[in-house]
């Protein structure tokens, strides 16, 4: 039955109901729309590294009288296969996150642990930028979660905020409780980000400089991924940026009391 067929008996009746009718099919065409651009964009994504892969492949086969040559492609594909390891990855986390299912290991969850967790998973990367990783700010700060997923959404901001600053820089994790919102603050002195790109980074796949992102090994998905996790956790995301200085990428989450002995008890003898 065509909604808008209903729509109009329903304004025969009440223009109120006819309204909401509406407004629940705009909705559904836009949800349509964004789910046929999702897998359209996300189809191009994954047809670069995989036709990659494929003329390297054959690269391979050409020159299989140059070790040296072998070699190089070789790594090359290991290259383009990590890269399609971490866009699925991104795609499965974002799909997770987006779909009304619950999320997966809902618990107390030490700021401290993520925070340590998400600087050490960048430790590599910072080292080989030349970017000096530092963490401050208060401790002790407990919110209602899901580890994992959180742990995902901070080391985002640090792989980015390292990804775009120069050599020799500082990229700062603070943390900072405020009343019942804790705020997890990642700043760097980085390219920044123009005002009118603060707007769209956190869409899917949206880019502000898609050549650099890509030699920088972006999927244009970590963002997303930060957004959509704060959110489900009850939390936003905040943005503050200065062109050629800076930005700094604030998630706010609901503070939740630490869990007493006795949970951590119990949890320990699951
Ligand atoms: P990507 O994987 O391309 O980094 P993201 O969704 O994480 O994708 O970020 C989207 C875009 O936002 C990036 O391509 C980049 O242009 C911009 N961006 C994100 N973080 C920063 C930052 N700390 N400094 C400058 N630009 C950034």
């Given amino acids: ?12 009746i009440s223009p109120q109901l006819s309204l909401l009718i509406i407004r629940d099919v705009t909705e559904r065409e ?22 990659a892969v494929s003329l ?3 690269a391979i086969d050409s020159a299989a009288d140059d070790p040296d040559q072998v070699r190089i492609f070789a790594s090359r594909i290991s290259a383009e296969a990590s890269r399609l390891g971490q866009l699925t990855g991104r795609i499965m986390t974002l799909s997770r996150l987006q779909a009304a299912e619950s999320l997966a290991e809902v618990g107390a969850v030490a700021i401290d642990e993520i925070v340590a967790a998400s600087i050490e998973g960048h430790a590599v990367q910072a080292d080989s930028a ?5 963490r401050g700010g208060d401790r002790g700060v407990w919110v209602r979660g899901d580890g994992q997923i959180l742990i995902e959404a901070v080391g985002n901001l640090i792989a980015n905020a390292i990804a775009y600053s120069p050599k020799g820089s500082r990229v700062g994790v603070g943390v900072k409780a405020d009343g019942d919102v804790v705020e997890i603050a990642v700043t ?17 796949f949206y880019r502000a400089d898609e050549a650099r992102s890509r030699r920088t090994g972006g999927t244009g998905l970590g963002l997303s991924i930060v957004k959509h996790a704060t959110q489900r956790h009850g939390g936003e995301v905040r943005l503050w940026s200065r062109p050629g200085r800076g930005s700094t990428f604030t998630i706010r989450l609901p503070i939740t009391a630490a869990p007493d002995a ?3 008890v119990s949890k320990k003898s699951k």
């Fill in 188 to 204: 760097d002195q980085g390219i920044g980000i123009s005002e009118a790109d603060r707007e769209r980074v956190f869409e899917r």
């Fill in 262 to 264: 006795d949970d951590a």
């Fill in 1 to 12: 039955l065509d909604p808008r067929l209903v729509s109009a008996r329903a304004s025969v």
């Fill in 56 to 58: 390297l492949a054959e």
């Fill in 30 to 51: 836009r949800l349509d729309q964004m789910r046929t651009d999702f897998v359209a964009n996300t189809s191009h994504e994954l047809k670069t590294p995989v036709g």
């Fill in 130 to 134: 030349g970017v000096e990783l530092t």
